[in-house]
């Protein structure tokens, strides 16, 4: 069962991970109570799909007045949004992700997946963020580090280092990273995920992680719990 992005966001904020703030709206009209409740004078707009590559779709903007805001909902509300990821038919558009605009030093990527030849939660983390994982791993597979997680012992502290040297964090970041990449195990594990993926996972311009994007699949045969 696929989340959206908004409901990945809520999960990462119960297991102390940074998010932006954000209301998600079903209704044009609403985005402008949603801009005033986050306050701040440019916010970032998104369709809500189960599919990535809405931003080169037109599905992600940046807005800097609440009209612009009710404008977009305007358009992808009740329409169809088709990205690389998608069929030709694109997928139905029912709810927009209203946000605080974040700004942004570097992009980074970092997913978690089953790997069912280890039984093992493996994380995938990458300097090169904010791009299709597949290209990166074709053109410069040093940028990608890939670490198994042993299931009786969790997410170690070693590990969190060795991703984060690849991530090319200094040391304040690391020192984010660490309880942060804990966290997340800890969600994958008590969520019954299959996919979990940051894409991007952001250094801000103050120097501080931000979870800028949420995937989320879980098991369809946990989905009982």
């Known amino acids: 069962m696929n989340l959206h992005e908004f409901q990945g966001k809520a999960l990462f904020a119960d297991y102390g991970l940074p998010v932006s703030k954000g209301k998600v709206i079903y209704e044009a009209e609403d985005a402008l109570k949603a801009c005033r409740d986050i306050g701040g004078t440019k916010w970032v707009v998104k369709a809500q799909v189960h599919a990535g590559g809405r931003g080169k779709s037109g599905g992600v903007k940046l807005v800097e007045t609440p009209d612009e805001a009710i404008k977009f909902a305007k358009k992808w509300l009740g329409k169809r949004l088709v990205t690389y990821q998608t069929d030709s038919s694109g997928q139905l558009v029912n709810s927009i992700l209203v946000e605080e605009c974040t700004d942004i030093e570097k992009e980074l990527y970092l997913s978690a997946v089953i790997d069912r030849d280890s039984q093992r939660v493996v ?5 090169e963020g904010g791009v299709n994982i597949e290209e990166v791993a074709k053109n410069t597979p ?3 580090i890939y670490e198994p997680i042993d299931p009786l012992c969790g997410a170690q502290g070693f590990q969190a280092r060795k991703i984060a040297k690849v991530l090319e964090l200094d040391v304040a970041q690391t ?22 993926e940051i894409n991007p996972l ?17 098991d ?5 719990r």
């Open 142 to 144: 040093e940028k990608i």
């Open 175 to 196: 020192k984010q990273f660490t309880p942060m990449l804990k966290n997340l195990t800890k969600l994958f594990l008590e969520k019954d995920l299959s996919l979990l």
């Open 202 to 218: 952001v250094i801000t311009s103050g120097g501080n992680l931000h979870c800028l994007d949420a995937k989320i699949n879980i």
């Open 220 to 224: 369809a045969n946990a989905i009982f």
């Open 123 to 127: 994380f995938i983390g990458s300097s």
